[in-house]
């Protein structure tokens, strides 16, 4: 696993204080699933790729859940520190006797021998929010054990990140059988032998998808098994307008695809197609009357007007908005999603808008 975030305080912007607050206990609870699943599946060992805490919001009161939903693991739980919950002066690892349950890794590079498992992992805490070297350079392994397991928390993206970049290709070709990375929040394989598990709970609206972990068997680890396990999951769906609808009309057809799907769940809802042309649609309307249905949802609203800028090019010619429009050539050929085409949609809106005033 990686990510949790455990602590962390949820916006009540949108949906309000108490499903604010009713998330940030479901980090718990499903963590505490992960225990008592691992248990009945005779798992050895959790792996935590990093920022298991969020520790700018943790509280000691969640220090004390924490190791309790640990403690009841009967495995060993390998945490290391991410850019999230860094091993500082400040840090809340250092205010707490931990159950024996959890090992914390140390700050830089350390092995941790499982000699009954025949395995080492390798793991790499951090001590800072920022770390823009590599500290993998000229890494040799100990080939004692069978399997020898990385365990960090960094970026595989990009060369430049401040958050550890990581050269996967160095990293495999040093020897590791297996590359377990946080960090990244959305799950999926990033090299032959490395792995990022995603946030272990969805964090926000762009997190879609099933959010889960990694189940790995040292006797086959080059083929884990993605399980999905997350409380919810954020859902992006897309509901076409067109300018015969309204708000209320949008929102039922809103209805209907949700409605095929659990009201668990949380939705990111994006309005395409176009508005008549002066009179946009409500993504804050249209919100409200799913929210008020019961549905956790987000509207976003990627209508565009809709123009016949050739006919208002020849309506409004010898005067601003017709030579607005003509200053942008031939307006067919223009990209919808280029930044051109915004600045005419936009500037038509406004000299329309304007017109009728002055």
Not at 163 to 178: C, Q, R, S, T, V
């Amino acid at each position: 696993i990686a990510d949790v975030h455990f602590g962390k305080r949820f916006s009540a912007s949108r949906f309000g204080e108490e499903f604010a607050e009713k998330r940030r206990r479901e980090i718990g609870e499903s963590l505490s699933r992960l225990i008592d699943y691992a248990n009945s599946q005779g798992v050895d060992c959790i792996l935590c790729a990093g920022d298991l805490l969020h520790s700018d919001d943790v509280k000691t009161a969640d220090l004390r859940e924490l190791n309790e939903i640990i403690s009841k693991f009967k495995g060993l739980f390998v945490a290391v520190t991410g850019n999230h919950d860094p091993l500082g002066k400040t840090s809340p690892y250092d205010k707490f006797k931990w159950t024996e349950r959890l090992y914390i890794a140390p700050t830089g590079l350390s092995r941790l021998p499982l000699k009954e498992h025949d395995a080492a992992i390798y793991t790499f805490g951090w001590d800072k929010k920022n770390i823009k070297e590599n500290p993998f350079e000229n890494i040799t392994l100990d080939k004692r054990e069978k399997t020898s397991i990385l365990l960090t928390h960094g970026d595989a993206k990009d060369p430049k990140s401040d958050y550890l970049p990581l050269d996967i290709a160095a990293l495999e070709k040093a020897g590791f059988d297996y590359i377990a990375l946080g960090h990244i929040h959305i799950p999926g394989k990033v090299g032959e032998r490395s792995y990022y598990s995603g946030s272990f709970e969805p964090m926000d609206s762009n997190e879609t998808g099933p959010r889960g972990f990694w189940l790995c068997d040292t006797d086959n680890i080059n083929n884990p098994e993605f399980v999905p396990f997350s409380r919810r999951q954020y859902i992006a769906l897309k509901v076409a307008a067109d300018p015969g609808s309204s708000n209320l009309s949008i929102a039922d057809k809103a209805k209907k695809l949700l409605s095929e799907n659990s009201k668990e769940n949380i939705y990111k809802i994006t309005l395409t197609g176009n508005y008549p042309a002066g009179a946009p649609f409500s993504a804050e309307e249209i919100e409200a009357l799913l929210i008020k249905e019961g549905y956790l949802c987000e509207v976003e609203d990627k209508t565009k007007p809709e123009y016949d800028l050739t006919k208002l090019r020849e309506e409004y010619r010898g005067n601003i908005i017709g030579e607005f429009i003509a200053s942008f050539g031939d307006t067919d050929a223009l990209p919808p999603d280029s930044v051109e085409y915004k600045a005419l949609i936009y500037g038509v809106e406004a000299l329309l808008s304007g017109k009728g005033e002055r």
